[in-house]
Every structure is written in C-alpha cells, then in structure tokens.
C-alpha cells in the first residue's frame, strides 16, 4: 500500500465524494465501499481525517444517529459545495487518467506525428 501511497494522494478525496454522493453513509461503510472497488488495505485510520477535513471545508456535513451494534454512529451527507468539487474532480480526473493514458500507450507521439524510436 506505501508504494501507492502518494499516487492515492487528491485521487481519494475524489471518491470519497463520489461514494458518498450515492447516500447518507458512516464511516465503517466507505471503508468497506472503497475495499469492494478495489481499495484494497484502507484503513478507516486513512479514512476519517480526510471525512474531518472535508467537513471543516463544508464539503460533506455529519450527523449522530443511533446504531443497533454500539456507539452511536456518524453519517456524512454530501453538501452543495461538496457536489460542485465532485464535478471539479470528474473534469480533473478525466483529463490527468487521458493524459497518463496517452503517455502509457505513447498516442501522443501519434497525434503529433512523431514516430516512436
């Protein structure tokens, strides 16, 4: 996971929207969402000082509810602004995974018209 750890960097923000864009979700939940797509070996250590930051910058809000297992639980909404930094996202991400495609499989020397060596 270290080796990934930088490349994860900005990238998880991004989902952390996303999954909880589709509904009220805690804590325990998005870990166990972001593990069934993959990401693999992200602890909810990881995980809940990103959620306290988005909140402090009014991206996602929070609520205590009641949980039938235990301590009560916090459940995170996305907010308006948070919508509008998703799609920032969406739009970044688009144009970075394009730009490290084309590197990966070198269409860029072809859209350029350079030949490969």
């Known amino acids: ?12 923000d991004g989902c952390l929207l996303a999954i909880i864009k589709e509904g009220e979700i805690y804590g325990y939940e998005l870990a166990a969402k972001l593990d069934s797509y993959g990401f693999r070996s992200l602890s909810e250590g990881t995980i809940y000082p990103l959620l306290l930051r988005m909140q402090k910058e009014g991206l996602i809000s929070a609520t205590l509810r009641k949980s039938t297992a235990g301590p009560k639980r916090k ?9 509008q930094e998703l799609e920032l996202f969406i739009g ?3 144009q970075v995974s394009s730009s490290v495609d084309n590197v990966l499989n070198k269409k860029g020397d072809m859209k350029n018209g350079l030949k490969r060596v």
């Open 1 to 12: 996971m270290s080796d990934t750890t930088q490349m994860l960097k900005g990238i998880l």
């Open 75 to 83: 459940y995170y909404t996305l907010t308006e602004k948070g919508e």
């Open 92 to 94: 970044r991400w688009e």
